[in-house]
């Protein structure tokens, strides 16, 4: 890494009724920068520039403007050397009131070689020092950076959650990349929507906020695999406005990064509204690089670990749970049941005359026909209910909280909507597909989870021998009044 030194400029001030024109020329000869000042304003609008090293101040007679000037730059310069120029009668006057840190003196006249001498060398070691605590600044500056990716480091190989290890990696970032606002929407693996997990830095709970997959500036940098700086969001024809209903404050600007793994996006980070009253910008997108791939490589990773797990529970073909897990799924509800005196009802789905189907229109046909039919039940069923795939052609749908008669009518819900819908896959048969349906509840029908798996099983046998198309429920299989259980409500 390079550091030149800087360039320091004199900066001339002189009595504007007697400018110092011989002084800029000497300087000018000897291709030393300087700067004549006509006013206070000017003098402190050049030194914030920083490439003044030094004030020459030329006096030929004290008046209030050399003398306000000079109260002014004494409140203002604290280790900049000035070089007073004057007469040695003039001089004396101005003494009492002179407070400079590193001054020198020059009695007029005095010889061009050791003004120019004098005012080499002060511009020399001043630009040394100011190289070298620009030097110090930056390494401070390095210092600060490593030790945010150190605490990056050790988020990534901690065991927080995925989103409470992206909010704490994020927030590192904003020592960075300072914004008002930063969100991480996750690509949903089958609907490839964008799915705000993390709002403002807080983990969203479900149903989090989405957007369609090409939707606003975070849908392109998604499709595109490309990030995007957007300096006003008013005039990107990207932009969505119903972004601002999630963040709940209205964006200026904007950046969008998406995360990508092995040509994957995984996800996508947005800033916005950078502070500091500056838009983001290309060095931007440079400085965050480091935390988008790390956040790319946590969600990736986290993703494959929920897809490990899922295929040990879930049915690959529909995404569906599977007879073991809904198994587990059934001991946990019967035993909350029992605590809290609320009735769980089991459903079983079976489509009728799959096999003969299968054998008619392919073994293809009938894999696109369970896929449908998945994809119907999770449209009919609650957010809360469980579904299964159980067998080949069956499904399991575990009911909380819904009775015999409410499990009922859920269930000729399923059987008319299935019933009324044109399978494509099934071609002209695609208005004949009927399920058979079994169902019982639990405490009302039996006295253990194995009792209401069995009653089950016996009155979806009993939907299929009456014709199949139809519902059965244990009152009816069982042809008596459901008896009383005891239930956690019910205990004395």
Known sequence: MGYEPIEAKAALISDPMFPGNA?????????????????????????????????????????????????????????MPVIVMSAESTYRQLKPVLRFKEFYYLNKPYQNDEFLILVKRLLSAWAVKSTAARIQERFRARETELEIYA??????????????????LFQQLRKIVPSECWNVAFVEPVTNDLVFKIVAGK??????????????????????????????????KHYDPAIETIVEI????????????????????????????????????????????????????????????????????????????LD?????????????????????????????????????????????????????????????????????ALLPNLSAKQGAAMANRVREKIEKHNFECAGELGNNITVSIGLATYPEDAASKNELMSLTHRALSAAKEKGKNRVVSAEALLGKPRPKRRTAKTKK
């Open 23 to 79: 002084v800029i020329d000497i300087l000018r000869e000897t291709g030393i920068g300087v700067e004549f000042i006509t006013d206070a304003e000017d003098i402190f609008f050049k030194l914030k520039r920083g490439n003044i090293g030094l004030i020459l101040i030329d006096i030929v007679t004290i008046n209030p403007f050399i003398l306000d000037l000079i109260e002014r730059l004494q409140n203002y310069v604290q280790e």
């Open 151 to 168: 605490q990056c480091g050790r988020i990534l190989a901690g065991e927080l959650p995925i989103q409470e290890k992206l909010v704490s």
């Open 203 to 236: 983990v969203q709970d479900d149903p989090a906020p989405r957007f369609e997959p090409s939707r606003g500036v975070v849908g392109w940098a998604a499709t595109h695999k490309t990030p995007m700086v957007v300096e006003n969001v008013r005039k990107n």
């Open 250 to 325: 209205k964006p200026r600007s904007m950046l969008c990064a998406p995360l990508v793994f092995g040509g994957r996006v995984v996800g996508v980070l947005q800033l916005i509204n950078r502070t500091e009253d500056t838009d983001y910008s290309d060095a931007d997108l440079e400085a965050i690089s480091p935390f988008v791939d790390w956040a790319a490589v946590a969600v990736a990773n986290a993703q494959l670990e929920n897809e490990s797990k899922s295929l040990s529970v879930r049915d690959p073909l529909t995404g569906l749970y599977n007879s073991n897990h």
């Open 328 to 396: 587990v799924i059934m001991n946990r509800e019967t035993e909350r049941s029992s605590r809290y005196g609320t009735p769980v009802t089991f459903v079983m789905i079976d489509i009728d005359n799959y096999y003969a189907l299968c054998e008619q229109l392919g073994h293809d046909v009938g894999t696109d026909l369970i896929q449908d039919v998945a994809r119907l039940l999770r449209g009919t069923v609650r957010s809360i209910d469980i579904l299964a795939r159980y067998t080949a052609d069956r499904f399991g």
